[in-house]
């Protein structure tokens, strides 16, 4: 680190494993939206099932490592500051609100835009520009007074709380929770039939964990210099565009690294798979409906600290307590939106 920048490591962190979730979108058919509106609506429970396979594999290694030192949890957003539940619950369903009138996501919509889609592009500016309203911008002292941060008073760890109750080893309690999430996903027999989907949920849960793993030890490294994280897709968008416009905001990071990693993988993912092409929006009424469905994302996201991947995936691998409420209230409000959309489709 005495020639290459500590934040320029991280942010090389970022890159590979941020380019491992956007191959998994483009090769894997990796997405939170359409794996709720799929079984919902499709009765294929495939894409979800990969959700099991994705937290099975994040928690036992993450879990392992912490077990073993080598990636700090508790330096994590998701155990650093007290957890709210009333943040979970509404940030969470405003994000999964707005998930829905969008179409995807924030990681989805970079996804999307590496395969060509410009209105995608929208999407990302929009959570980028609200989120950093509601974070550090004019609705920020509004945030403060509803949902005040501060400092935990220890690990938040499910694991570490069903260890109390039980006796068991936290460790022991992980690794349980872990074979539950992986069991429940690889023995619905449709997933079985497609390895390659089972392939690409597992490089998921590894990629989160190594970033979690990379960036604790640079933390460690520079004495906390650099932040402990892991994907999400939120406020980093925002961290991302001041980057890319001033070249010194914040600096490079984990954040900006992570944001490009995601755009460069769903875009080798398209070429891979030839369906890269250029689409635009052709319904001023659709790109209204998007950029309302972004706003949301980026409020209630920074609300909830973080997304659909950062607390449904990133603080769901340290066993962060949000990680299921804020999860379950971002499913509960995409399920919402989408019967609020189709049922106004359907003919009087």
Not at 1 to 14: F, N
Not at 63 to 78: K, M, N, P, R
Not at 235 to 258: C, K, N
Not at 262 to 285: I, N, Q, Y
Request: glycine share 14%.
């Amino acid at each position: 680190m005495e020639t290459i920048p500590p934040g320029a490591w991280a942010a090389l962190i970022g890159l590979v494993t941020g380019s491992a979730l956007g191959l998994a979108a483009r090769l894997g058919d990796f997405c939170t939206l359409g794996a709720i509106e799929t079984a919902i609506w499709g009765g294929d429970q495939r894409r979800l099932r990969m959700w099991g396979v994705i937290l099975g594999t994040a928690i036992a290694a993450t879990s392992l490592l912490a077990a073993a030192g080598q990636i700090d949890t508790g330096a994590t957003i998701y155990h650093a500051i007290r957890w709210n539940p009333a943040a979970s619950v509404l940030g969470g369903l405003a994000f999964g609100y707005g998930m829905a009138l969008a179409g995807n996501c924030g990681f989805g919509a970079l996804a999307r835009f590496g395969g060509g889609d410009l209105r995608s592009l929208v999407i990302v500016v929009v959570i980028s520009i609200c989120g950093f309203v509601t974070l550090s911008g004019p609705l920020a002292p509004l945030r403060d007074l509803a949902f005040p941060q501060e400092p935990s008073d220890g690990l938040q760890s499910l694991a570490v709380s069903a260890a109390e109750l039980t006796g068991l080893p936290a460790l022991a309690v992980a690794l349980t929770l872990a074979a539950a999430a992986f069991g429940w996903g690889i023995l619905h027999r449709p997933m079985r039939a497609e390895p390659h989907r089972i392939g690409w949920a597992v490089a998921v849960g590894l990629a989160v964990t190594a970033a979690l793993w990379g960036t604790s030890a640079i933390s460690h490294a520079t004495l906390g210099a650099v932040a402990v994280e892991g994907h999400t897709f939120t406020a980093p968008l925002g961290r991302t565009l001041l980057w890319m416009m001033t070249s010194s905001a914040g600096g490079l990071s984990f954040s900006v690294g992570s944001v490009l990693g995601v755009l460069a993988g769903a875009w080798l993912g398209s070429r891979r798979k030839r369906s890269f092409r250029w689409e635009a929006c052709e319904d001023p009424r659709e790109l209204g409906r998007q950029v309302a469905g972004a706003a949301l994302m980026g409020v209630g996201g920074v609300v909830a600290l973080g997304c659909s991947v950062g607390q449904g995936i990133t603080a769901f691998a340290t066993l962060a307590w949000s990680a299921p409420v804020t999860l379950a209230a971002i499913s509960a409000g995409a399920v919402f939106g989408l019967r609020r959309l189709i049922a106004g489709f359907q003919p009087d």
